[in-house]
């Protein structure tokens, strides 16, 4: 059942109603927006979170607070109706941690938004249900039903066919399978992605089947035999968990939602005076706080450092290297340094006629459209990146010798994913290469002003010139390897 969509059922039966390169600052408001879209996109309308990992109610986190002003409205509604009802807290946790701890964790955000709506609307405890826990694997299921995702069949399947806790079926339970799939990539994506989405608690208004059909025109408001499939659905899973979802229903439904109706006689009513208690003194108790023992860390590994050549310069034996840091959700920064170094002139040779000799050092700026802390630097990305360098350059018997160039521009390139932790990488830039030189011959010497021989620029005589360029300054055909680390992780 896709649980974005609400289940409701009324006296007629039961329905459940490219790459352009754009500036860095435009870059950031679309990162910025796209995920608070997305984030709404995925959390159920009557869907409460909770950031990690508290179990404090906070109105003000996220989209609570528009939350619980739609369930206020279908609370009144409900209420001024004279329907009998039950408010249902289900609290949910994410399955890093061990089960048992999850439950508790989930109990405790379920009563958390309890004891919100005792307070702020007055719900009666006659009228609110014991708070139920979970791991609410539908969220999962859900979010890979409505999104590409790599291997989203085979998660599917184990999340579906392997229980939350071994059982005399599978020895292995759905949380090993998950971190062993892809060497713990899914694992991963999912810890990223939608374990967030599963630290909530759900809200349920539940009244009886025959109620008036026009209370079931919202997401909060379910039909009593509605209600009992919806919870079970949050198991996902096999036999053994929808038999303690049936148990936990149970414990729901037990009180009956339906008032008796007074036994009709012919007998005129025995009037009986009300017996008055005597005023007792309120003890007051203060809060026992909840204390939930640590849990052995779960290791993953991460990818937060890549190593990458330019095969380009690699081909003309130009000594390159660069490092590039993911962060954020779609950012990352490079650092790359380049030597070349070609012909050895010195006074008992003459000089090669093609010598280069260089320094340069350059930082790139990029936005990944894919998450980077997922989709570990594959995909489409645009940069701006600038650099600095000298350079001694011979072109037969010409001479130019670059105290210092610089160079500034935009870019666009695309990795592919060849192996689990190597990438191909394309980049190419378009930026404003300027750069100072004096021109000459070169030769061996002493420089006027000096003491010691050495091959140096003999000036044409016309002193410092200054090259300007635009156009293409950056090309890359690169080979890229993440870095794995070992991190341990609590919930």
């Given amino acids: 059942m896709n649980l974005n969509n609400r289940a409701s059922a009324g006296k007629n039966g039961t329905y459940f109603g490219f790459g352009a390169m754009v500036v860095t600052v435009l870059?950031?408001?679309?990162?910025?927006?796209?995920?608070?879209?997305?984030?709404?996109?995925?959390?159920?309308?009557?869907?409460?979170?909770?950031?990690?990992?508290?179990?404090?109610?906070?109105?003000?986190?996220?989209?609570?607070?528009?939350?619980?002003?739609?369930?206020?409205?279908?609370?009144?509604?409900?209420?001024?109706?004279?329907?009998?009802?039950?408010?249902?807290?289900?609290?949910?946790?994410?399955?890093?941690?061990?089960?048992?701890?999850?439950?508790?964790?989930?109990?405790i955000r379920s009563s958390s938004v309890r004891n919100y709506l005792e307070r702020e609307f007055a719900v009666d405890s006659l009228h609110i249900a014991e708070g139920l826990s979970c791991i609410d694997w539908a969220i999962v299921v859900n979010y890979?039903?409505?999104?590409?995702?790599?291997?989203?069949?085979?998660?599917?399947?184990?999340?579906?066919?392997?229980?939350?806790?071994?059982?005399?079926?599978?020895?292995?339970?759905?949380?090993?399978?998950?971190m062993e799939s892809r060497e713990g990539r899914?694992?991963?994506?999912?810890?990223?992605?939608?374990?967030?989405?599963?630290?909530?608690?759900?809200?349920?208004?539940?009244?009886?089947?025959?109620?008036?059909?026009?209370?079931?025109?919202?997401?909060?408001?379910?039909?009593?035999?509605?209600?009992?499939?919806?919870?079970?659905?949050?198991?996902?899973?096999l036999e053994s968990e929808k038999v303690i979802a049936e148990e936990a229903v149970a414990t729901i439904v037990e009180e009956k939602l339906v008032e008796a109706e007074p036994a009709k006689t012919d007998e005129a009513p025995i009037e009986v005076a009300p017996v008055v208690p005597e005023p007792v003194a309120e003890a007051v108790v203060e809060p026992t706080p909840t204390v939930i023992q640590p849990q052995e860390d779960t290791t993953i590994i991460v990818r937060r450092l890549a190593i990458k050549t330019n095969m380009l310069y690699d081909v003309l034996t130009c000594l390159n290297i660069s490092l590039e840091f993911p962060f954020a959700d779609h950012f990352s920064i490079e650092a790359m340094y380049m030597q070349p170094w070609w012909g050895?002139?010195?006074?008992?040779?003459?000089?090669?006629?093609?010598?280069?000799?260089?320094?340069?050092?350059?930082?790139?700026?990029?936005?990944?459209?894919?998450?980077?802390?997922?989709?570990?630097?594959i995909g489409h990305n645009v940069f701006v990146f600038g650099g600095v360098g000298n350079a001694d350059v011979r072109f037969g018997g010409n001479d130019y010798q670059f105290d210092l160039f610089s160079v500034v521009g935009l870019g666009y390139g695309y990795n592919w994913e060849v192996a689990r932790d190597w990438r191909i990488g394309l980049d190419l830039g378009l930026g404003w290469f300027r750069g100072t030189y004096r021109h000459?011959?070169?030769?061996?010497?002493?420089?006027?002003?000096?003491?010691?021989?050495?091959?140096?620029?003999?000036?044409?005589?016309?002193?410092?010139?200054?090259?300007?360029?635009?156009?293409?300054?950056?090309?890359?055909?690169?080979?890229?390897?993440?870095?794995?680390?070992?991190?341990?992780?609590?919930k």
């Fill in 27 to 107: 870059l950031l408001s679309f990162s910025l927006g796209a995920n608070a879209q997305s984030a709404a996109g995925d959390i159920r309308s009557n869907q409460l979170l909770f950031p990690t990992p508290t179990t404090e109610f906070n109105i003000d986190y996220l989209n609570n607070r528009a939350v619980v002003n739609d369930f206020g409205k279908a609370y009144s509604k409900v209420t001024s109706s004279s329907t009998p009802y039950k408010v249902v807290t289900v609290g949910s946790a994410s399955p890093e941690g061990g089960y048992n701890r999850n439950m508790k964790l989930a109990a």
């Fill in 144 to 178: 890979l039903e409505n999104h590409e995702v790599k291997n989203s069949d085979a998660i599917l399947n184990i999340i579906k066919t392997t229980p939350d806790i071994p059982d005399a079926n599978s020895a292995v339970d759905r949380r090993t399978r998950l």
């Fill in 186 to 237: 899914d694992w991963e994506y999912l810890m990223w992605n939608v374990f967030p989405l599963m630290r909530s608690s759900a809200l349920f208004i539940v009244v009886p089947d025959n109620a008036d059909p026009s209370l079931f025109d919202n997401v909060f408001v379910y039909p009593q035999s509605a209600f009992k499939q919806v919870f079970l659905d949050y198991g996902v899973g």
């Fill in 344 to 377: 050895n002139p010195d006074k008992q040779m003459n000089v090669k006629p093609w010598t280069i000799k260089s320094i340069y050092g350059e930082v790139a700026f990029k936005y990944w459209f894919n998450k980077v802390k997922t989709n570990e630097l």
């Fill in 440 to 490: 000459g011959t070169r030769t061996w010497g002493i420089p006027e002003g000096e003491t010691k021989e050495r091959w140096f620029i003999l000036s044409d005589g016309q002193g410092l010139k200054r090259l300007d360029w635009i156009g293409p300054v950056r090309a890359s055909v690169s080979v890229t390897y993440l870095i794995p680390f070992k991190k341990k992780v609590r």
